[in-house]
């Protein structure tokens, strides 16, 4: 079955060259192995790719947000590709029907209920630079519209959330010329790689597995010999 797609563009202004651009698609995942829980073992994923393009003649830029969608699991995973699809839908008409004020209004703090020492960077509205301001203060209305969502009470609704906040936080670092660590106020720090190994009805195909992702022998092939 075809999955929905959704792509709309809005002007910031009426009669300006300025606009911000939502879409959002299904991003098909073909695992190297499958991937076995408690409930289910799966091949494919069906994530979903969130993007937002805020732009006008001189500059523009894109912000990128992915959604993980295991399989729909009572109260474990909650959101399938078609839920992220009804709250992109429903931000998007927010967005539609409010954006003509986003100028007209003080710049939202998302931040405001967080400890100070998260976002500095962010909390205050940076001046000095041709449009920056302008595209920041957009941004922190997007966020305004996504944290009174009126479908953010819904069992599903963090999966689409998580997904627009990636692609906005994404973009404001963009915008900043950062690394979104910089952005949280984080120092830099070496990056560490993780992975998980599925369960099997086996243990064969998890040793291969683990293997092959961390290009070392295990402790278990170790023994096994």
Known sequence: MQQQKVDV???????GQGSVRFSL??????????FGTAHSLTTQRTNALITI??????NTFIGY?????????????????????????RFVSDVSQQLNVWNKKAPYDPFQSLPERYFA???????????????????????????????????????????????????WGKIRQQSVYMLLGFPACNAHSFYTV?????????????????GSITQHSLNSK
């Open 9 to 15: 563009t809005f002007p910031l202004e009426e009669g």
């Open 25 to 34: 698609e299904p991003y098909i995942l073909e695992l190297r192995s499958a």
């Open 53 to 58: 393009q805020l732009g006008d003649s001189k």
């Open 65 to 89: 947000g992915e959604v993980g969608l295991p399989p729909k699991k009572p109260h474990c995973y909650k959101a399938d590709y078609n839920d992220v699809v009804v709250y992109f839908q």
């Open 121 to 171: 960077p962010l909390r205050q509205p940076q001046e000095g630079k041709d449009g920056l301001n302008n595209s920041e203060n957009v941004i922190r209305f997007l966020f305004e519209l996504l944290d009174r969502c009126i479908l953010n009470g819904e069992s599903f609704a963090c999966a689409a959330i998580s997904g627009i906040e990636m692609a906005l936080f994404d973009l």
């Open 198 to 214: 599925a369960m099997a009805q086996t243990i064969g195909p998890m040793l291969e597995s683990a293997d092959r992702l961390s």
